[in-house]
């Protein structure tokens, strides 16, 4: 079973030029994406109607706000159920006051579109499209309370069954999984705090696919700015990841990154299955 993840900066953009080619290229049977923003009604039923011919289902988490965010999920695969946002606890609001709206929000209604989680027979399998920091900074806080939600959620859905979870993480772990560590320091994407909120998921039984079977390999990267000739000199971050429940580690085949493809700043990332 081949499983995949994209981040397609505007879907609607794309499926005429080159999404259709793309998928019937790769041929995944799960398909996770993120950052499609469109609205349901904008996707052209032609487009829907050639998903169907390539046996796939669609199913959407769209964002309130247009052109913004939200995630998707294309499956051969029949799904038990489709789960839209984070289902943790409203007890968790509790913990941090201050943010009580944007909790609330993002989090539990999920406006921003962010998580999408199909269940199958054997395992949970969830996009995700994590916030961003921004430049500034000023997203940070609240990027750590984001994280702390979502690790609680793949910790509750594991003990139902293993899971499989795709994103756009937007942060690069360690320093060899970006071109130059030392001059983003103390840049959005690289701080100690949004690593740590990584390493958090690695300490609770959650794996890395990538690095487990590519512990030290460099110049891997999957999201690549539009500036500076970035992807032409190979020159940037590894920010989109697989990570599995540790249960599922005696059917992970292979994981892997596909910077030849191109067509967004996100090139797709994957994982093989054993039956």
Request: a neutral charge.
């Amino acid at each position: 079973m081949k499983l995949l993840s994209r981040n397609v900066n505007w879907l609607r953009a794309i499926v005429k030029k080159w999404f259709m080619d793309f998928l019937k290229n790769i041929n995944p049977d799960i398909l996770g994406l993120q950052e499609i923003k469109v609205q349901p009604e904008q996707l052209d039923q032609f487009f829907l109607d050639e998903l169907e011919q390539a046996w796939y289902k669609v199913f959407l988490n769209p964002a309130k706000r247009k052109w913004y965010s939200w995630t998707a999920i294309l499956t051969k695969k029949e799904p038990l159920k489709i789960i839209k946002w984070i289902q943790i606890d409203k007890d968790f609001t509790k913990k941090y006051p201050e943010y009580e709206k944007e909790i609330e929000e993002v989090i539990h209604q999920d406006k921003e579109g962010r998580v999408l989680t199909a269940e199958f027979d054997d395992f949970f399998f969830t996009t995700v499209y994590t916030p961003n920091a921004k430049p500034d900074l000023s997203r940070l806080d609240f990027r750590q309370i984001w994280d702390e939600a979502f690790l609680e959620y793949m910790k509750k859905l594991d003990k139902i069954k293993p899971v499989i979870f795709c994103w756009d993480l937007n942060v690069a772990h360690t320093e060899i999984d970006l071109k130059n560590p030392k001059a983003n320091e103390w840049s959005h994407w690289f701080t100690i705090e949004e690593r740590k909120g990584f390493s958090n998921f690695l300490e609770n039984w959650f794996i890395d696919t990538f690095r487990y079977f590519y512990p030290d390999k460099t110049w891997a990267y999957s999201w690549w700015s539009y500036f500076w000739n970035a992807r032409k000199n190979n020159s940037w971050w590894r920010i989109d990841y697989f990570l599995i429940s540790n249960k599922l580690i005696d059917k992970l085949k292979d994981a892997f990154i596909l910077p030849e493809i191109t067509g967004s700043d996100h090139c797709p990332v994957g994982i093989e299955l054993r039956d």
